[in-house]
């Protein structure tokens, strides 16, 4: 079977690039998936989403991925993140950290949009590293 | 000691340590020239993807009437975002930019536009403050080390005005290009209303027929700025390069004038010391002779 060529890239540098069987991503209107073959679509994803790449044998690769968006043609998949991290490369300690304080100042001021962007993209950091929350 | 010469060891002296100083700055900068490179390059495959996606949306859409792609029948201000450094030591570099801003405006104003400066840099910002010239964006402190924060920032003060009704027109952007390590070319372009610069090599046949969600129109919407974002980052980023390629050819050549002028100055100060000892002898001579003529005068 055909396989996907990925490439996730954020404006500071080339995140991870390899072949894959699958890519699971949250654009604004839901999950969706690609597999080999897909029709070319381009898609916005959602603040605070997770990424994940089904690799078979190599296991799953599972990023956070902040905004941005994914275009798919030719079985070349791309994930264009303003700001993106691996799931591995989380500092678990300091994602918790920061959805703490984010939702303590949700707490405090209900409009505060900052704060529910933070928590969104704490909460997506720690579900990449394999967390519950 | 002679006055000369005591005069000639301070200037060595001073000059001495100016080229300690000039010799290092030259170290700093090209060590982060290679580290502004790596930047660079680590950028490169986002923005030709951003690039390949806006082409893909925009060969996919046949009227593209967003408000950013729409040139203004009758543009009446332009927005002219300046990229300077924050330190000087960099030889011509800002002084480059601004004469080409500088022509810029007046190409504008020929137009019959109101020129609006946006200014990056403590030295564009200085230079216009100086002149008493309003400025309508001010950012500084990260001109050699750019983020992707301080490119959105000034993208989205950028679109804002663009979008707001007595806003900006057009936007001109003033940088300067990073070609190689010798070469640093100042860069004027219009980056809105937006032309979308094709990648190098056009797709081949047909673009296939994109899907989008959730409609081709919220894509552009988001994809647009930060199509704009990844432009001016790039701007930045090439900017910090040459500031530092500019900075140390500029030290480079401080400490090559110093290190002559330490030679001249040596020389002299050798001739002096010469002349000073000839002259001692000479008086010693002298003094001798004198007592024993004066010996031989009694005899």
Do not use: C
Request: a negative charge; zero cysteines.
């Amino acid at each position: 079977m055909a396989k996907l060529r990925v490439g996730v890239v954020s404006p500071e540098r080339e995140i991870w690039t390899g072949e894959a069987d699958m890519v699971i991503a949250k654009t604004v209107d839901g999950e969706i998936g690609i597999m080999p073959n897909h029709a070319p679509v381009l898609g916005v994803l959602v603040e605070g989403g997770v990424l994940r790449v089904k690799r078979g044998d190599g296991g799953d690769l599972v990023a956070a991925v902040h905004g941005g968006f994914i275009s798919v043609a030719d079985n070349d998949v791309s994930i264009l993140a303003e700001a993106a991290e691996l799931g591995s490369e989380v500092d678990v300690a300091r994602a918790k950290d920061a959805l703490q304080r984010a939702q303590a100042s949700i707490e405090a001021d209900q409009e505060d949009a900052d704060a529910r962007l933070q928590a969104k993209r704490a909460a997506a950091r720690l579900r990449a590293a394999g967390e519950e929350v | 000691m002679g006055a000369q010469l005591r005069l000639l060891r301070r200037r060595i002296k001073s000059v001495k340590s100016t080229a300690k100083i000039t010799r290092a700055q030259e170290l700093i900068a090209s060590s982060r020239i290679v580290k502004a490179q790596q930047r660079m390059q680590a950028a490169v495959p986002y923005e030709r993807e951003i690039t390949h996606a806006v082409s893909a949306v925009l060969s996919n859409t046949t009227n593209v009437d967003h408000p950013l792609t729409v040139a203004k029948e009758q543009p009446a201000t332009a927005g002219v975002l300046i990229v300077t450094s924050d330190r000087g030591f960099a030889g011509g570099y800002n002084a480059n930019i601004l004469r080409e801003a500088e022509a810029l405006k007046g190409h504008l104003v020929g137009r019959g536009l109101t020129v609006k400066p946006y200014v990056v840099g403590r030295k564009g910002l200085t230079w216009h403050r100086f002149r008493g010239r309003e400025m309508f964006g001010e950012w500084d402190g990260f001109s050699d080390n750019p983020s992707y924060g301080n490119a959105k920032e000034i993208a989205g003060a950028l679109i804002t005005a663009f979008k707001a009704e007595d806003g900006i027109d057009e936007i001109h952007i003033v940088y300067t290009g990073f070609v190689s390590m010798l070469t640093q070319n100042v860069i004027v372009k219009r980056i809105l209303p937006l032309e979308v610069e094709e990648a190098e090599t056009p797709p081949e046949g047909i673009p296939p027929y994109y899907e989008f969600e959730p409609t081709a129109g919220d894509v552009l919407d988001s994809l647009l700025p930060r199509y704009i974002e990844s432009r001016i980052y790039n701007a930045l980023l090439q900017s910090a390069a040459s500031e530092h390629a500019a900075r140390r050819r500029a030290m480079k050549s401080a400490t090559d004038n110093a290190n002559e002028l330490i030679r001249v100055f040596t020389q002299q100060m050798n001739q002096a010391r010469q002349a000073e000892i000839t002259q001692e002898i000479s008086e010693i001579v002298g003094g001798a002779n004198a007592l024993a003529d004066a010996a031989a005068g009694k005899e």
